[in-house]
């Protein structure tokens, strides 16, 4: 009886204990103004792992006198109700202030959406309209719109 016990417990664990298709959300600020925004192809969570994984995300975050973050990927997993979210395979992210659009791309990257913060340690790509800078890891604060790349820093002029 024990074991079977084990096993449907074990089984839960890996199982979503929902599953949406065509998901959206938004995150209000106490004035009522719009945060954040997101919408999924799907999402799947998991009670047990406190883990929310979804297919096909984008993020929007919106912030008055801050610039638009824009964010694309395969896949996002979520974690601690959203304090983490780590963003995998054909990461996108555009940054957007006034006529400056800035275009990140990487195969992964933590969010950390509390504190605004973005990074990675793989390799990343940056374009604006007049350069291509390429590194191995990345941390950008969108509070203080400082970019810090770690290594192998190469760029070039378009």
Do not use: C, W
């Not at 945060?35 to 192809?41: D, G, L, P, V, Y």
């Not at 604006?128 to 290594?151: H, M, P």
């Amino acid at each position: 009886m024990a074991e079977s016990l084990e096993t449907a417990s074990n089984d839960n664990f890996h199982r979503p204990d929902y599953i949406v298709k065509g998901v959206s959300g938004i995150q209000m600020n106490y004035d009522s103004s719009i945060h954040s925004t997101f919408i999924a192809k799907k999402m799947m969570h998991y009670e047990y792992r406190e883990l929310t994984k979804l297919e096909r995300p984008y993020f929007v975050n919106v912030e008055p006198g801050k610039p638009t973050i824009r964010l694309k990927a395969d896949n996002a997993e979520l974690f601690s109700k959203g304090e983490n979210i780590y963003l995998t395979g054909n990461v996108v992210v555009l940054r957007e202030s006034g006529d400056s659009v800035i275009t990140m791309e990487t195969n992964y990257l933590h969010l950390i959406p509390e504190e605004n913060i973005v990074k990675t340690d793989g390799m990343v790509t940056i374009k604006d309209k007049n350069t291509t800078i390429t590194a191995v890891g990345l941390e950008l604060n969108n509070y203080t719109g400082i970019v810090q790349l770690f290594s192998q820093v190469r760029a070039t002029d378009n």
